[in-house]
């Protein structure tokens, strides 16, 4: 039996699951999310608490034990608290800002590079070198995040990139000029 899938999920006010016909559906104050719940899984819903359980004890019925359980968490956690994730932007010269839906940053290419906000995702631009990614979807959120960071990746030499808010980046020796060498 899992670990993880062992555990209590506690529902906030305001909050409630159901589980029908194999789909969880989750509601709260920022929205409503689904889960399809494959497998010999149940979702017992106990008012202020939710249980997985196992149906079976076969190898597969144990990992998504864990894996919907964690997956039920993150929902109740989205539709009440919701997600963000933090970016920064270092470089010379290098800013963001928002024009409508759009994000558009000038990271070093000859043009400025556009991304549409996706549906379910709020982006801002808390200041000109810091980007804010927040939602109730905590993959989708973590998925925009890094296609953002995909555009310029930090480099290791003078650290131009955006990087996730606090994430370190191991900075590398230059080139040496080779002489005095024998």
């Given at each position: ?12 006010a305001g909050v409630t699951v159901e589980f029908e016909n194999g789909v969880v559906t ?92 996706p549906e379910g995702i709020k982006l801002e631009c808390a200041t000109p070198t810091e ?19 995909a555009v310029r990746t930090p480099e290791p030499y003078h650290g131009y990139g955006i ?20």
């Amino acid at each position: 039996m899992s670990r993880i899938g062992k555990k209590v999920i506690a529902v906030p006010a305001g909050v409630t699951v159901e589980f029908e016909n194999g789909v969880v559906t989750v509601k709260g104050g920022k929205g409503t999310l689904t889960l399809e719940v494959k497998g010999n899984i149940d979702v017992k819903n106990e008012g202020t608490e939710v249980h997985v359980l196992a149906l079976d004890e076969g190898k597969v019925t144990n990992a998504r034990h864990g894996l919907y359980r964690a997956l039920i968490a993150d929902m109740v956690q989205g539709v009440s608290a919701g997600f963000e994730k933090r970016l920064e932007v270092k470089g010379v010269g290098w800013k963001t800002a928002m024009q409508g839906n759009k994000l558009v940053l000038n990271v070093g290419f000859s043009h400025p590079v556009e991304i549409v906000q996706p549906e379910g995702i709020k982006l801002e631009c808390a200041t000109p070198t810091e980007i804010v990614v927040s939602g109730i979807d905590k993959a989708l959120v973590g998925q925009v995040a890094a296609d953002i960071r995909a555009v310029r990746t930090p480099e290791p030499y003078h650290g131009y990139g955006i990087r996730y808010k606090g994430e370190h980046v191991e900075h590398k020796e230059g080139k040496t000029s080779g002489k005095g060498k024998k």
